[in-house]
């Protein structure tokens, strides 16, 4: 696997030379535009990018771009470089997306995007998924060995399919990728809007190469800084809170299926029964947890009315390929990193104790589960934001939110105070932009005049 980014730095510092530098040793091809398939106002195309950056002159792979261009080029202001996050969501789908950024946005910027490694058109990662997979949540510690012995055979099978890339996929190569975009367009400063996962891209470009910021919005904002405990901990612990907002909506609302009832309370029959039934483990917490996005209340309270009352519906989830992509990515953007069933122990019961209603947290506990196992530490270690060299950054967060939680935002605000700027939706669900009259005017405004915001905002629910 790849040498871990840290000892790669040590190496280029005792050497005189940045990761940055020896990227700026290769030049990019300019990329030939083209229609879109799929989309007769879009243009699609491709670059080609060194596998290693760290070994530029040596073998390459080819990523997807795709960008609509400024709907009024007379008052252009840039490139609006775009990524919805996952990890494994297309970038290239989502430049083109037509309903996403206002059409002032969309007027003034070239939006534009480019597939992830592993993701979309960018050398797909794929693992096989046994139907015989052991359950996460080991009582015992032979239950913990089988589990770990199970991931590390299924994470060596999924790397042996999908060498090379597998091994350069972390978030630290795709913004070296993020740049070679940039300068592929000919352009010295570029704007990010990155959203959930995409906002650690943005990070970690900012890091490297604060100087061709234009303007970056960060939408739910991933805290790269956070150790194992506080990345399944905190993320219990906002799920718990959402839970109750739920409650609190359907004691207010009539319509809500469980009005009048005691939520949390008719909750705990809900699993009980949940439980009974054959289908997978915590399939319940699974959806509820899933309709938080939203949030979808009027699902939440269906659903849990229907599995009290016998009639479980059949539920269904769409996860493009963020099971396979995430070995390859969070696995190396963070240290998760369980040595044996003393520590996930101490870790379960910390992420009950803070989130005891949704019994943990769904997320956090299936990536740190999910790289159970995954041998050495990470490529791409996690530290303090260090964006110093960067612009002022929008950060854009839900005070409830159940994939990046509040207190993310808050830290990453902290790690950065002098050149941040924190908007808070008073509300719950995941990604701010698009909630409200207020979000999409701030980050409109910013977007425009990025010089214009430089106090924190709270934006009513």
């Excluded at 019961?349 to 530490?377: N, V």
Aim: glycine fraction near 8%; charged fraction near 20%.
């Amino acid at each position: 696997m790849r040498v871990p980014g840290a000892v790669l730095v040590s190496a280029f510092l005792l050497a005189g030379v940045t990761p940055a530098m020896a990227g700026a040793a290769w030049s990019p091809s300019p990329i030939a535009w083209t229609a879109c398939p799929d989309d007769q106002d879009g243009e699609c195309g491709t670059l080609r990018v060194p596998l290693d950056w760290d070994r530029p002159r040596g073998p390459s792979i080819t990523l997807a771009v795709a960008r609509h261009r400024a709907t009024d080029p007379a008052h252009r202001v840039g490139v609006l470089l775009a990524d919805a996050g996952g990890p494994g969501s297309s970038g290239a789908e989502f430049a083109l997306a037509p309903d996403y950024f206002s059409p002032a946005v969309r007027a003034r910027f070239d939006v534009v995007g480019f597939d992830l490694r592993g993701t979309g058109g960018s050398e797909f990662i794929r693992c096989e998924t046994a139907a015989d997979a052991p359950g996460n949540e080991p009582t015992d510690p032979a239950e913990f060995e089988t589990l770990r012995q199970y991931n590390q055979r299924a994470v060596a099978d999924c790397r042996a399919r999908n060498l090379p890339v597998f091994d350069h996929a972390d978030t630290a190569v795709n913004a070296q990728d993020l740049d070679a975009v940039r300068r592929a367009l000919g352009e010295t400063e570029i704007s990010f809007h990155g959203i959930s996962y995409g906002t650690l891209l943005g990070q970690q470009y900012a890091e490297k190469f604060g100087g061709h910021v234009r303007a970056m919005v960060l939408d739910s904002t991933i805290d790269h800084s956070v150790d194992t405990r506080h990345f399944v901990a905190d993320r219990a612990t906002a799920a718990d809170e959402l839970f109750r907002q739920f409650a609190a909506w359907c004691d207010r609302t009539a319509a809500c299926a469980l009005h009048g009832q005691d939520v949390l309370t008719t909750w705990e029959q809900a699993l009980i029964a949940a439980d009974r039934l054959p289908l997978p483990h915590n399939w319940l917490r699974d959806r509820v947890f899933g309709d938080m996005y939203g949030p979808d209340w009027d699902d939440a309270a269906q659903v849990i009315a229907d599995t009290v009352a016998g009639r479980p519906p059949v539920t269904t989830r769409f996860e493009y390929n963020y099971r396979s992509i995430r070995l390859a990515v969070v696995c190396q953007d963070f240290d998760l990193r369980i040595r044996n069933f003393a520590q996930y122990s101490a870790l379960r019961a910390e992420e009950l104790r803070r989130g005891p209603i949704m019994r943990g947290s769904m997320l956090g506990h299936d990536e740190a589960l999910a790289c159970l196992g995954i041998p050495g530490p990470p490529a791409n270690p996690p530290h303090r934001l260090d964006v110093r060299r960067a612009p002022r950054i929008l950060l854009l967060n839900s005070r409830y939110d159940p994939a990046t939680p509040y207190a993310w935002a808050l830290g990453i605000h902290r790690q950065a105070p002098a050149n941040t700027t924190l908007v808070t939706y008073e509300g719950s669900g995941h990604a701010v932009y698009q909630r409200t009259p207020c979000t999409r005017a701030v980050v409109d405004g910013y977007l425009l005049t990025p010089q214009a915001l430089r106090h924190d905002v709270s934006c009513p629910a």
